[in-house]
Structures are given as structure tokens and as C-alpha cells.
């Protein structure tokens, strides 16, 4: 089972990322899932979850209305598209997948808003 981030990067303050996590080992469509990040000094966090079945979403209040997730089932990846950054999302940011008592991470990527 691997999940596989990549797009994080420095950006400024405003600016725009599009995270992608890159599934394999297991049944992508079946899963929740989800993007989480975790700033230093803080726990880790819920920023975006999307059903598995309904493909439904929930977003932190921190974040709504500026990160969109989506899933392309086809493609076995899930992608966090995240508008009008600020310094406070600053963070490692990590992906989830959830099957009832599965549950995997990804390894993280940073994002960095900053002038």
C-alpha cells in the first residue's frame, strides 16, 4: 500500500497549489478519503475529507470556500486545490485513506506561504 503526495511547495501569501496523492496497493474507490496537515509545534489536523460512495465533501471552517477536493477514481488519486493562501496554511500536508478499520497516510508534503 503506498500513498504518494507531491505538489507542495514556497508560495506566496494569495497564491495558488494543487496537491495530488497517488494511490496503489489497494481498492482507491472504495475508500474515504482525506487531507490532513500538521504545522510545527500544532497536532495534526482535518483540512478535507471526500466520501467514498457519495462522493460528498466537508472542509475545516479554516479553510472553506478557498481548498476544493476532489477524486479521480480513474486515476487512483485524490487532489487538493488550494486558492488565496495564507501564512497560517502553512504546514506538512498529508493524505489519508479510510475503509472501516483501514487506514493508511501518506508520507506528507510541505506547503510554505510566505512573502
Known amino acids: 500500500v503506498q500513498l504518494v503526495e507531491s505538489g507542495g511547495g514556497l508560495v506566496q501569501p494569495g497564491g495558488s497549489l494543487r496537491l495530488s496523492c497517488a494511490a496503489s496497493g489497494f481498492t482507491f474507490s472504495t475508500y474515504t478519503m482525506s487531507w490532513y496537515r500538521q504545522a510545527p509545534g500544532k497536532e495534526r489536523e482535518s483540512v478535507a475529507t471526500i466520501n467514498r460512495i457519495s462522493g460528498s465533501t466537508n472542509y475545516a471552517d479554516s479553510v472553506k470556500g478557498r481548498f476544493t477536493i476532489s477524486r479521480d477514481n480513474a486515476k487512483d488519486t485524490v487532489y487538493l486545490q488550494m486558492d488565496n493562501l495564507k501564512p497560517e496554511d502553512t504546514a506538512v500536508y498529508y493524505c489519508?485513506?479510510?475503509?472501516?478499520?483501514?487506514?493508511?497516510w501518506g508520507q506528507g508534503t510541505q506547503v510554505t506561504v510566505s512573502s
Open positions: 489519508r485513506a479510510d475503509l472501516f478499520f483501514n487506514r493508511y
